[in-house]
């Protein structure tokens, strides 16, 4: 039998408003509760509540992105129990409707909002993970250096005892440790000129870069040549490496050419890759949330049990989120490749709902 186009439509209104209603409620919490923490880490602080309510308020569309899979199992699961214990499934079966006809719709949605979620949403996530981010650092962890990568080379920022330094390089050499083609310009508060290094190499010592084959042109624009010359620095190599935008503050369109960058400047971009596919995947791990709350809801009311199933499908959620972490470090560790990393939690939770719905409804 056909399905109708009134049953396709009425089957994925009850799928939506159930899905949106669960992540606006779960959402509700999450938000309370990171302003909570927020609040504690700022309390020996000086911030303003209105600054902290505005970083809770940056944090969330991030926070939204992580949970949107579990509201899609959790919502999913009331939807597909609801319509079992109103007998509107069984009618729909009688009438010669199968599992799969009825799980079409919420398929479709759950794809479609998959899409929009990487497409559209992830975008504007990121512009506020990326504000949040700037403003944890700067009220929360008072961290003074910054870097930034560009196809023009490596630029860091740094205050000093007197002002601050900017420097830059072509080359990267290592792991982050040494650079080459080293320009450095200090300034004498925000904007005064002080002094410029120019260095063929800069190797980064404990407390101090050590730079070879100096030239120091002084505030006068007299050069001078120094075989070894320290700079004063609190960065370390794994600062270096931290200090790099994370993934969540990039968005799906931008990555592709950050990796680009990050690679041609010497740097791993092995998290922004495993970002980047786990996105791609992410509209298929809607799907798979699908079959899974249909696996746990559609028998329900036959089979006896009902908190035992719905349980058992809570529990599974948890259980994906838990694997999926040690598979993402996995490929964050390069044991594994990072497009199977990335996509083998959403092919196998797919392949797990279908083949439970095939053992529960055609076997």
Aim: with cysteine; hydrophobic share 55%; charged share 15%.
């Amino acid at each position: 039998m056909k399905l109708s186009a009134t049953l396709s439509i009425y089957f994925g209104r009850q799928f939506v408003v159930w899905v949106l209603g669960t992540f606006l409620a779960i959402m509700g919490m999450v938000f309370l509760l990171d302003l909570i923490e927020l609040l504690r880490r700022a309390a020996d602080k000086e911030a303003s509540f209105g600054i902290v309510l505005e970083m809770a308020v940056l944090k969330t569309p991030q926070m939204g992105q992580a949970i949107f899979p579990f509201a899609i199992l959790a919502g999913g699961m009331m939807a597909f129990s609801r319509m079992t214990r109103s007998q509107e499934l069984v009618v729909a079966r009688s009438a010669g409707v199968s599992v799969w006809q009825f799980l079409l719709p919420a398929l479709v949605v759950a794809l479609f909002l998959g899409v929009l979620r990487v497409t559209v949403f992830n975008p504007i996530a990121s512009v506020m993970s990326a504000k949040f981010e700037a403003l944890d650092n700067r009220v929360l962890r008072n961290r003074d250096s910054a870097l930034t990568v560009s196809p023009g080379g490596l630029w860091i920022r740094e205050k000093t005892a007197d002002g601050h330094s900017v420097l830059h390089a072509r080359g990267i050499v290592g792991d982050g440790e040494a650079i080459s083609d080293v320009i450095i310009f200090l300034f004498k508060g925000e904007d005064r000129f002080a002094s410029r290094i120019d260095a063929a190499t800069a190797t980064l010592q404990p407390g101090f870069w050590k730079l070879e084959e100096a030239v120091f042109i002084s505030e006068d624009g007299i050069p001078s040549i120094r075989q070894d010359y320290r700079l004063t620095t609190r960065l370390t190599v794994d600062n270096i490496q931290d200090s790099f935008a994370s993934p969540t503050t990039m968005s799906f369109w931008e990555l592709p050419r950050f990796i680009l960058i990050l690679e041609n400047a010497g740097f791993t971009a092995v998290r922004h890759r495993l970002h980047w596919h786990a996105l791609l995947a992410s509209p298929l791990l809607l799907c798979a949330m699908v079959l899974i709350a249909a696996t746990f809801s559609l028998r329900l009311t036959r089979q006896g049990g009902t908190l035992a199933w719905a349980c058992a499908g809570l529990f599974f959620g948890f259980f994906y989120y838990f694997m999926s972490d040690v598979v993402f470090a996995l490929g964050l560790s390069s044991r594994i490749p990072e497009v199977l990393a990335a996509w083998t939690p959403a092919t196998v939770t797919t392949l797990l709902g279908a083949a439970s719905l095939l053992h529960l409804e055609d076997g």
